[in-house]
């Protein structure tokens, strides 16, 4: 059993009660003012262990755990919370009069351990409160931006709410921002990793101001402002894109990425309009098999437009382009002839090098298109009608795939 020691002698008339408040009010200052209330009878569960070699129970342990809770809830970090204890308790030992007179070393030594003890179990009880705290505030927070976040690329929630809701998170509705989608190979078990590698590196890059990261459906997502918001930190957000796949690309899980990014709008349904641009367009072209890693769906509006009519994007290729079905090898050669051809501006000798072919072949092929299909690639009403038809092409798969009824 701990030996008891003599009650301390109060300082002059102010009393034991005015005696720990004044020791507060200097843990407070050291701990930089966080407010003397977190300690609630934690000095005197000190001075009790001191005095009497009393430990603590567990309900006043437990209201220290509801004290570390509310510190969370204020805004105050961990480490102030824990110097606020560790400055009370070093502030009151020095200031325990019986302790200074005393010449029993073993009374000082079990003062000491009980005093420790207290403040072991008190700082345990207050950091594991804190933490519970913590932990609700941030899946709060999560659930919050994640409802923020589908109410705005979904566009129909009301204004002024909406407004009201963003601005906790940083968020200028009035500014114009583009939205990003990152795909990964597979389905992430864990996105977590990936939220956090994009938000370090976007946020050192565009600040944490207009910026929101989330998932749907399986994508990241990035709402972020369209343009450089800290001047000198890096280039304007069309780097957006490349931005998040080098980030990405650094994780083990989810490579190989593919990154979308759509068109900037303004305001509130801005955001919503660049969402669907980016959707549409990663629907595009996975459609494509298209395999590179930063799209811009201002590339592919063209695809967009053909699209949305499949019907008669299927007589256009029917009537142009399956004629070319007759030539020794099929249609694939000569539409992938044209499709090069196309893109690198009608030039043959730069189409032949992404082929692998000769000249003499590109020019082969151009003759036998025209023969075949009626239509000649160096025309320029002709050449549309070539171009429409190789992209509507590329877009239903022919003729890997047979083309819909």
Same mark, same amino acid.
Not at 262 to 275: D, E, F, M, N, V
Not at 326 to 335: D, N, S
């Given at each position: 059993?701990?030996?008891?020691?003599?009650?301390?002698?109060p300082?002059?008339?102010?009393?034991? @009660?005015q005696?720990?408040a004044?020791?507060?009010?200097?843990?407070?200052? @050291?701990?930089d003012?966080?407010?003397?209330?977190? *300690?609630?009878?934690?000095?005197?569960?000190?001075? %009790?262990?001191?005095?009497?070699?009393?430990?603590?129970?567990?309900?006043?342990?437990?209201a220290?755990?509801?004290?570390?809770?509310?510190?969370?809830?204020?805004?105050?970090?961990?480490?102030?919370?824990?110097?606020?204890? *560790?400055?009370?308790?070093?502030?009151?030992?020095?200031?325990?009069?019986?302790? @200074?007179?005393?010449?029993?070393?073993?009374?000082?030594?079990?003062?000491?351990?009980?005093?420790?003890?207290?403040v072991?179990?008190?700082?345990?009880?207050?950091?594991?409160?804190?933490?519970?705290? #913590?932990?609700?505030?941030?899946?709060?927070?999560?659930?919050?931006?994640?409802?923020?976040? @589908? %109410?705005?690329?979904?566009?129909?929630?009301?204004?002024?709410?909406?407004?009201?809701?963003?601005?906790?998170?940083?968020?200028?509705?009035?500014?114009?921002?583009?939205?990003?989608?990152?795909?990964?190979?597979?389905?992430?078990?864990?996105?977590?990793?990936?939220?956090?590698? *994009?938000e370090?590196?976007?946020?050192?890059?565009?600040?944490?101001?207009?910026?929101?990261?989330?998932?749907?459906?399986?994508?990241?997502?990035?709402?972020?402002?369209?343009?450089?918001?800290?001047?000198?930190?890096?280039?304007?957000?069309?780097?957006?894109?490349?931005?998040?796949?080098?980030?990405?690309?650094?994780?083990?899980?989810?490579?190989?990425?593919?990154?979308?990014?759509?068109?900037?709008?303004?305001?509130?349904?801005?955001?919503?309009?660049?969402?669907?641009?980016?959707?549409?367009?990663?629907?595009?072209? #996975?459609? /494509?098999?298209?395999?590179?890693?930063?799209?811009?769906?201002?590339?592919?509006?063209?695809?967009?437009?053909?699209l949305?009519?499949?019907?008669?994007?299927? %007589? =256009?290729?029917?009537?142009?382009?399956?004629? +070319?079905?007759?030539?020794?090898?099929?249609?694939?050669?000569?539409? %992938? !002839?044209?499709?090069?051809?196309?893109?690198?501006?009608?030039?043959?000798?730069?189409?032949?090098?992404?082929?692998?072919?000769?000249?003499?072949?590109? !020019?082969?092929? =151009?003759?036998?298109?025209?023969?075949?299909?009626?239509?000649?690639?160096?025309?320029?009403?002709? #050449?549309?009608? /070539?171009?429409?038809?190789?992209?509507?092409?590329?877009? +239903?798969?022919?003729?890997? #795939?047979?083309?819909?009824?």
């Amino acid at each position: 059993m701990t030996e008891s020691v003599p009650r301390p002698d109060p300082a002059g008339a102010r009393g034991d @009660d005015q005696w720990l408040a004044e020791v507060a009010r200097a843990a407070s200052a @050291d701990a930089d003012g966080v407010p003397v209330e977190l *300690l609630g009878d934690y000095l005197r569960l000190l001075r %009790d262990a001191a005095v009497t070699g009393r430990r603590p129970r567990r309900g006043e342990l437990d209201a220290i755990g509801v004290l570390g809770r509310r510190a969370a809830e204020q805004g105050v970090s961990a480490g102030r919370a824990v110097r606020l204890y *560790l400055s009370a308790a070093r502030r009151l030992w020095r200031h325990l009069p019986h302790l @200074d007179r005393s010449s029993d070393s073993e009374t000082v030594r079990a003062a000491a351990d009980a005093v420790l003890h207290v403040v072991d179990a008190a700082v345990a009880t207050l950091a594991e409160g804190y933490a519970v705290a #913590r932990r609700e505030l941030v899946r709060h927070e999560e659930s919050l931006r994640r409802e923020l976040v @589908d %109410d705005l690329l979904r566009g129909d929630s009301d204004l002024g709410g909406l407004v009201e809701r963003a601005e906790p998170f940083g968020l200028d509705l009035a500014r114009v921002h583009q939205v990003a989608l990152a795909a990964p190979s597979h389905r992430l078990p864990d996105a977590e990793p990936a939220i956090s590698a *994009l938000e370090r590196v976007i946020f050192d890059r565009l600040g944490d101001r207009d910026v929101l990261v989330a998932t749907k459906e399986g994508l990241l997502v990035v709402i972020a402002p369209a343009e450089p918001v800290r001047p000198g930190r890096g280039g304007p957000t069309d780097d957006l894109g490349r931005l998040m796949h080098g980030e990405l690309d650094r994780l083990t899980r989810g490579r190989p990425w593919q990154v979308v990014v759509g068109r900037p709008h303004p305001g509130l349904y801005g955001i919503a309009r660049s969402y669907e641009e980016a959707r549409e367009a990663l629907a595009t072209a #996975r459609r /494509l098999h298209t395999d590179a890693p930063v799209i811009d769906a201002h590339d592919l509006l063209i695809y967009r437009v053909l699209l949305r009519d499949q019907p008669a994007m299927v %007589d =256009l290729v029917r009537a142009v382009l399956t004629p +070319l079905g007759r030539a020794r090898g099929g249609a694939e050669p000569l539409v %992938d !002839t044209l499709a090069e051809y196309f893109a690198c501006g009608e030039v043959a000798t730069e189409a032949a090098r992404r082929l692998h072919v000769s000249v003499r072949t590109v !020019t082969y092929r =151009l003759a036998r298109i025209r023969t075949l299909s009626g239509h000649d690639p160096a025309e320029p009403r002709d #050449r549309f009608t /070539l171009h429409a038809a190789v992209l509507g092409a590329r877009a +239903l798969g022919w003729p890997r #795939r047979a083309l819909p009824d």
